[in-house]
């Protein structure tokens, strides 16, 4: 049985005085009980160091987390106790009477359904999980940039974009929010690979860095207030994100003014002083004695606090920030946990499902027929079993337990996390339930032979292609594992009609594209993908998912064709230059004129849409007024986008805007999309303001960064402005 959370009747203050009641109940805290509250252990048994139940953990907590830090009951201050919760609440482990949370789609996939209403209501779901087991901080929020496809955690962010991530991690961050649970944004900043990531320092050109991951962060916490930022694991320009006077204290909390706290990352902070440099809370921090040793927040900070070195306002500081977080969304006033609909929030699972998959080819192949009596060859991908998820501390055991869990191992602390995690139900099932007249043949793409005998002797070919990707690993290339494209290229040699559908947390190479019909791009469709993939196949979900990410040609394309550090041992100081700056993924196919194989924004549909009657305003920002169509004969969704394209001159490719609309055939909508002004500026590190140029810009509207249907000029007034 799940417990309850502790209802907490002593304090009734509303939430707009936060910053007032943080300060009141910190100024009557014991310097002992300050000290607790900046620090956050890990709150389950296997992760402790000595390998035995931490004794700080109280005998009688059942719900075990990932991070725990106790209560003062006295001043009503609830414990805290924070789970990862990116694509739903996670447990594996560490929870063995947990019932199973909802696994929601990757967060790459949310980011594919460009819909922050949605987002916003699986963040509600995802509070309401959290509630009911007591965790009052969710780990979610993953809005690093889509850097690199080798990047083992991009299934755990939203896109490539500053702005899509930003509006998509922000309504993710209140739905959490709004059910009385602090959220939390990460990893700030710019830990965009894993490869070595605790010694690993990201380099970037500190105005471009505004520009992007910066810019991502600043919208994504005015629009959503997170309680929390978490740092990440990696340095950036020489310093540790955890550590970083500049990032934390000047940009973060002087420049835009946060008032929540910084965590650290579990196992990210070496030394006592990144107190001083913009650290509130150590977390995880028996990770820190595995790592670095020690645990600086807990003996050292107190001797630094003791010689002086840590000034008492520091520490009010860092306690307040805290408490506010707490205060603000009113996790210490719950009431008794709100019911949870696990049945709708599997619902909820199936419509983000739905919505993120995108079809990247159609050679009039889908839908498939579902009146006929088909033969159809199933083919790879463990289609019999289940669906794939992405690994690590994002990954969620669903209700009722894994279809099957595959130890793939590997180096480093993370090694032993890497599983090929399966849901149910199978592909194959949700397939036969989408079409009951059809023939199914399974195969398991053992080999390529076999899987074309199989091919052969059917009508079409559905074959499943899988990439388990995650924490704490860099793919070494774009290419699919253990001989899939081998197989793919098998079948679709034997059998013409092949349609490929692609577990995977990234875009891949398709050496075998051309000679197969149809391509669906799945990414790590969470509980509900099965059924989704089955009725996007059959054409009872028409598919509006748009890439949130560029399918590069090949790494050659890409700004750093071999990964810096790829192979070196754990342990081993990395550099990577970030060169592109803030010219990452579209933007920088635009800047080379390098063709991808897919571009940012990309998706078919079985429907057609049309655009006309651009009207565009300048001035002081753009708005841009337009006319979508349904001129196909089914209803469906499309998400029509608004580029920058040119500044006074200057070609300059950036996402202004989008709106995801279901439209009935023949249905029309009126748009009006208005730019955040600084998408159209730079930034100038040394006045520390953005600057529009004066003159006339260019912004089009398309289907994809590639495809632009509509253009138009429009006049920009010059200006600065902050922060
Ligand atoms: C990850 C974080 C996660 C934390 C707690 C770390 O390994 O980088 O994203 O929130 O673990 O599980």
């Not at 922000?170 to 490869?195: D, F, M, P, R, W």
């Not at 090929?420 to 989408?434: G, I, V």
């Amino acid at each position: 049985m799940m417990t309850r959370p502790a209802i907490n009747e002593t304090t009734t203050a509303s939430p707009n005085d936060a910053d007032e009641r943080a300060r009141a109940v910190e100024a009557q805290l014991t310097d002992d009980e300050r000290f607790s509250l900046v620090l956050s252990i890990l709150g389950h048994t296997p992760g402790s160091a000595t390998g035995g139940r931490d004794p700080r953990i109280p005998e009688d907590l059942t719900n075990m987390s990932a991070g725990y830090t106790p209560g003062i009951p006295r001043l009503g201050i609830p414990a805290i106790q924070s789970s990862d919760a990116s694509m739903g609440i996670t447990n594996p482990g560490y929870r063995p009477d947990d019932e199973g949370a909802t696994a929601f789609p990757a967060l790459i996939a949310m980011g594919s359904s460009f819909d922050p209403q949605l987002v916003r209501q699986v963040g509600e779901a995802i509070g309401r999980e959290a509630r009911m087991r007591g965790f009052n901080v969710q780990l979610a929020g993953g809005c690093n940039l889509a850097r690199d496809p080798r990047n083992g955690r991009n299934f755990e962010y939203f896109s490539e974009d500053p702005l899509l991530s930003a509006v998509l991690a922000a309504a993710q961050v209140n739905g959490i929010q709004s059910q009385g649970v602090v959220s939390t944004l990460k990893h700030y900043t710019l830990n965009c690979n894993e490869t070595n990531r605790h010694w690993l320092d990201a380099v970037i050109d500190p105005d471009a860095h505004r520009e992007s991951d910066l810019l991502t962060f600043q919208i994504a916490i005015e629009r959503s207030q997170p309680g929390s930022i978490m740092s990440g694991y990696n340095k950036i320009n020489g310093e540790y994100a955890g550590g970083n006077d500049h990032l934390l204290n000047e940009v973060l909390k002087g420049a835009w003014g946060y008032k929540g706290y910084v965590m650290s990352d579990w196992g990210a902070t070496p030394e006592w002083d990144f107190a001083l440099k913009g650290l509130d809370q150590e977390s995880g921090a028996q990770a820190d004695t595995l790592l670095w040793g020690k645990e600086p927040f807990t003996d050292e900070l107190r001797t630094a606090y003791a010689k002086g070195d840590l000034p008492k306002e520091r520490l009010a500081d860092m306690v307040r920030r805290i408490l506010r977080a707490l205060f603000a969304v009113g996790a210490d006033r719950w009431g008794p946990a709100p019911e949870v609909d696990m049945a709708e929030h599997n619902r909820l699972a199936l419509e983000c499902a739905r919505r993120g998959i995108v079809l990247l080819e159609n050679d009039d192949v889908l839908p498939l027929p579902t009146e006929r009596p088909l033969k159809i060859a199933v083919i790879g991908g463990y289609a019999q079993q289940g669906i794939i998820s992405g690994t690590g501390s994002g990954a969620v055991a669903p209700v009722g337990g894994f279809a099957g869990v595959i130890k793939i191992g590997g180096a480093g602390v993370m090694g032993k996390h890497r599983n090929l995690f399966l849901f149910p139900p199978s592909p194959l099932d949700e397939l036969k339930k989408a079409f009951p007249k059809a023939q199914f043949d399974f195969d398991p793409g053992y080999t390529p032979a076999e899987a074309a005998l199989t091919a052969k002797r059917c009508d079409v070919v559905i074959a499943f292609a899988i990439r388990v990707e995650g924490e704490g690993f860099d793919s070494a290339d774009l290419s699919l594992p253990w001989g899939q494209d081998s197989v793919i290229d098998a079948v679709a040699d034997a059998n013409p009609n092949t349609i490929v559908v692609l577990e995977t947390g990234n875009p891949v190479s398709m050496p075998w594209r051309n000679k197969v019909k149809a391509i669906l791009q799945a990414w790590y469709p969470g509980q509900a993908g099965a059924q989704a993939i089955a009725e996007v196949l059959s054409g009872k979900v028409n598919p509006s998912g748009r890439l949130p990410v560029t399918f590069p040609e090949s790494l050659a394309q890409h700004p750093r064709p071999d990964l810096p550090g790829l192979g070196t041992p754990w342990g081993t100081p990395v550099t990577i230059e970030y060169n592109e700056g803030a010219e990452i993924g579209y933007r920088w196919y635009a800047k080379t004129g390098a063709e991808p194989m897919y571009p940012f924004g990309h998706g078919l549909s079985y429907t057609a849409f049309d655009y006309r009657d651009l009207h565009v305003d300048g001035g002081d920002t753009i708005t841009a007024t337009f006319t979508v169509t349904n001129v196909g004969d089914r209803a469906g969704a499309d998400v029509p986008q608004l580029y920058l394209t040119d500044v006074a001159g200057e070609a300059r490719r950036r996402l202004l805007g989008f709106e995801r609309v279901e439209l009935q055939p023949g249905e029309s909508r009126e748009l009006s999309l208005t730019a955040d002004p600084r998408l159209l500026a730079r930034f100038d590190g040394g006045t520390g303001r953005w600057h529009i140029v004066a003159g006339s810009s260019k912004v089009a509207v398309g289907t994809s960064a590639d495809e632009l249907v509509l253009e138009a000029a429009v006049p920009l007034s010059g200006r600065h402005f902050g922060p």
